[in-house]
């Protein structure tokens, strides 16, 4: 219907033609509504009297439509304009023009994180952020005419979505767009030159009773309302691990430091009484100036490490008031059992420090001098414990995008972990302590960093790979051989045992278990590793950082990754070792070359284990697996659909695509098969894996792309944060779908595709499809589960 249509020029025409229409006519807002001054809306707000009824209003017809129409986009660092639309804090900020995400500064920016570095809707404006609510006189028209979030809903409904199956190149859904945020005074302008740019962008438009009930609320003053005080069971237990983590001994004290730096990035929730059924309460966990039982005085700082410039620290529970989004959530139980396991590891253990580590760069970037006091097998015995939280936060921490930070992983690989036992080893601590120097981290060169130090880490690092391969082949020299009695079995109940790492470009998820095919890599973490990852990509990584600081986080990050790998090699024979290796890294530039073929990974004893077959690698895959049956979770099993066999038995059909067929796929594909018994609906997440000659190019990885094997993952539920495509499949056409899918050759092919079952972004369904699928999630998973985010969903 609007494909023709020159945009541009109708802008032109309605200014000329409809300059009696509010929506585009030339405004002084300063004359007509007064200046904008946060004050005029904090005392409207004041003067509103009883606000039972406004904030019930919110609650339960404003929040909904907000969760699920807005925050799927706005949330995260990666929000269009920093505009998060997940609390009330959020919206009262408004946006902001700089990106947070920019590879390119020279120098660290300013953080601007909700809750942490500013307060209050005034200490926010002074920050350079603008409101998307009217700020000015508050009358119903100024609250419309001067709110950036109502006119974009307006323009939304006067120039809808075009009827057409793909949108043409108004729409720019690429990550690196150049972003349009205008401010209210600048909202003429952007409507008369981007007239299909209203909100939701590229999208369906709000429904009728929707944009009805939005527009209402904002005319009426667009009250938000504030948290809701906590119920005195969770007062509770907030007091009784307050209580734990605030000891006054420097044995607690250096405790709670370290279990602070490892969980500030987290969201805790009391598990012994959180409901069944129903999302629980989260915290975050961070640093005050007041103890508990006084109002939090939150110490901002770049990092959980840097110096709080306070005489002491106090470690609090900040309670999460902000809509639960998938790519940032990482729960995390507290429990009687863990609290048992932190007394063990923290309370009982023998330990007595001198003093607290203290809080300069380069002691408190590097967690082997920080807490060389703390007994090394509580250090890592704390990490396995919860390894898929350890790991999620490289996932979804300061890291929710980026590309450069996540193209040093392959798509897909397993983690194994080595037996904590080894770590409370004399022998092994006494290695890691003399190995304090070659270990030091890129974050000690904080976030204005120049990235020629890269070459002092890469010696210190090429330093403690040749040591720790000499410490090796000493302690196996006497018959003693490296043999899988050395993988953590998960003590045979826990199920963080061993991991499935997928990589979606610039983001990733990892999940439990050993799900999908043998992969191409596996790594296997030993304490000194599975640390120095949290304090590079964790702990140390600053998302306001300037390039030289990004950089040599990635940098680091490959060396990490090969003492990974090399860990899993150690248990082949040594014959193969190198041969797989390079078999990891064909086509890798010099630098890498003489690595592989160097000394520094010169492990050259035997391998403790039997082969007994011309495939080792599959073969120790399959002992692996046999050794962690125990413990191997089936979250993601097609087994556990409930459709029929048969209809099982086709969708594990779509694990077969492969090669230039998947290579079609976008990264995730999120699938709902409708049943023919009407029963609830199945949800599946097909996951395409991109293969590589390696993985070791920082800027040109599409030359090391290797499309003729890629594969996919087909798994029973949602896995991942951003969907590429919806499907939409009747159960009983699962048989045509799935030929089609494996006869695809080209883009054509792919597009008939889902022209047949694809619920487009155009699509008039979209929203219900949305709303279904989001339930769904919920419904099944209400701690892990969050909303999902559609800046990455495809427009093909």
């Given amino acids: ?233 969770e007062l509770a237990q907030v007091n009784k691990w307050e209580q734990f983590l605030n000891e006054d001994s420097l044995k607690r004290q250096l405790s709670a430091r370290y279990i602070y730096e490892h969980l500030f990035a987290s969201h805790l929730y009391f598990a012994d009484t959180a409901e069944a059924d129903k999302q629980p309460q989260f915290y975050n966990l961070i640093r005050s100036r007041t103890p508990p039982g006084q109002a939090l005085d939150v110490i901002a700082t770049r990092r959980p490490f840097d110096d709080p410039k306070a005489e002491r620290v106090y470690y609090r529970f900040q309670p999460v008031t902000a809509t639960i989004v998938d790519k940032t959530h990482m729960p995390y139980a507290l429990d009687t059992a863990l609290w048992e396991k932190w007394q063990s590891w923290f309370v009982q253990a023998q330990f007595s420090p001198t003093q607290l580590p203290g809080y300069a760069p380069d002691i408190a970037a590097n967690p082997l001098t920080a807490f060389a006091e703390l007994p090394p097998g509580s250090r890592y015995r704390f990490m396995l414990e919860r390894a898929e939280n350890t790991i999620m936060g490289f996932i979804k921490g300061p890291v929710c995008r980026g590309q450069v930070a996540l193209n040093v992983i392959n798509d897909r690989f397993w983690v194994y972990f080595v037996r904590p036992e080894l770590a409370e080893d004399p022998d092994i601590a006494h290695f890691y302590r003399s190995q304090r120097q070659n270990l030091t981290m890129p974050a000690e060169q904080e976030s204005t960093a120049l990235a020629v130090t890269w070459l002092k880490y890469a010696a210190h690092q090429g330093d403690y790979m040749r040591a720790r391969s000499q410490f090796m082949n000493d302690n196996f020299a006497n018959g003693e051989h490296l043999t899988l009695d050395g993988i953590w079995d998960g003590d045979g109940e826990n199920s963080n045992a061993s991991l499935t790492v997928f990589r979606h470009f610039d983001n990733a998820t990892v999940v439990k278990g050993l799900v999908g095919e043998p992969p191409k890599t596996a790594w296997i973490i030993d304490y000194a590793l599975f640390e120095r990852i949290h304090y590079l990509l964790v702990a140390g990584f600053d998302v306001y950082g300037n390039y030289g600081h990004q950089l040599l986080t990635r940098l680091y990050m490959d060396f990490l990754r090969m003492e990974g790998e090399s860990n899993f090699l150690a248990l082949l024979p040594p014959e193969t070792r190198h041969q797989e290796f390079e078999s990891w890294y064909q086509h890798a530039g010099p630098q890498l ?77 999120m699938i709902m098969v409708e049943p023919a018994d009407g029963g609830k609906a199945e949800i599946f997440t097909l996951v395409r894996n991109s293969a590589h000659y390696n993985i070791s190019s920082l800027f040109d990885e599409e030359a090391n792309r290797q499309p003729s094997e890629d594969d996919v993952t087909l798994v029973h539920g949602l896995l991942g944060s951003y969907p590429g495509a919806f499907w939409y499949i009747k159960e009983q056409d699962l048989a045509a779908v799935v030929a089609r899918a494996q006869e695809m050759q080209t883009e054509t092919d792919y597009e008939k595709l889902l022209d047949r079952i694809a619920v487009r972004r155009t699509d008039p369904n979209f929203w219900a499809f949305s709303d279904r699928l989001n339930q769904a999630y919920q419904q099944h998973d209400p701690v892990a589960s969050g909303w999902l985010d559609y800046n990455r969903l495809q427009n093909r």
């Fill in 593 to 669: 070359t003489q690595f592989i073929g160097g000394d520094i990974n010169p492990f050259t004893q035997p391998t403790g284990i039997e082969y007994h077959s011309d495939t080792p690698k599959q073969e120790l895959y399959q002992m692996l697996a046999t050794r962690l049956a125990s413990v191997q979770p089936n979250a993601y099993s097609l087994d556990d659909s409930e459709l029929g066999a048969n209809s099982i038995a086709l969708l594990k059909e779509l694990n077969h695509i492969r090669g230039l067929r998947a290579a079609l796929l976008p990264e995730l594909t």
């Fill in 1 to 233: 219907m609007f494909k023709h249509v020159n945009w541009r020029y109708v802008g032109l025409l309605v200014l000329l033609f409809c300059s009696g229409c509010a929506l585009f006519a030339s405004l002084d807002l300063d004359q007509q509504f007064g200046q904008s001054q946060v004050e005029q809306r904090e005392q409207a707000i004041e003067t509103l009297g009883d606000p039972f009824v406004p904030a019930l209003v919110y609650q339960d017809a404003i929040e909904p439509i907000i969760n699920s129409r807005c925050v799927v986009c706005h949330a995260c660092y990666d929000a269009p304009c920093q505009l998060k639309l997940t609390s009330p804090e959020g919206i009262e900020r408004g946006g902001n023009k700089t990106k947070v995400y920019n590879g390119t500064r020279l120098v660290a920016d300013t953080p601007n994180r909700l809750f942490i570095d500013a307060f209050g809707t005034q200490q926010w404006r002074e920050r350079g952020f603008f409101p998307v609510l009217n700020e000015r006189e508050q009358t119903s028209e100024a609250n419309t005419q001067a709110s950036v979030l109502a006119r974009m809903l307006l323009l939304k409904q006067q120039y809808p979505l075009p009827e057409q199956k793909l949108l043409d190149n108004h729409f720019d859904f690429s990550l690196d767009r150049q972003q349009q945020c205008p401010t209210v005074e600048e909202m003429q302008h952007y409507e008369q030159s981007q007239p299909l740019a209203g909100m939701p962008y590229g999208l369906p438009g709000l429904s009728p009773s929707e944009h009805s009930a939005m527009l209402a609320w904002l005319k009426s003053g667009a009250y938000l309302p504030p948290p809701e005080s906590l119920p005195v069971s």
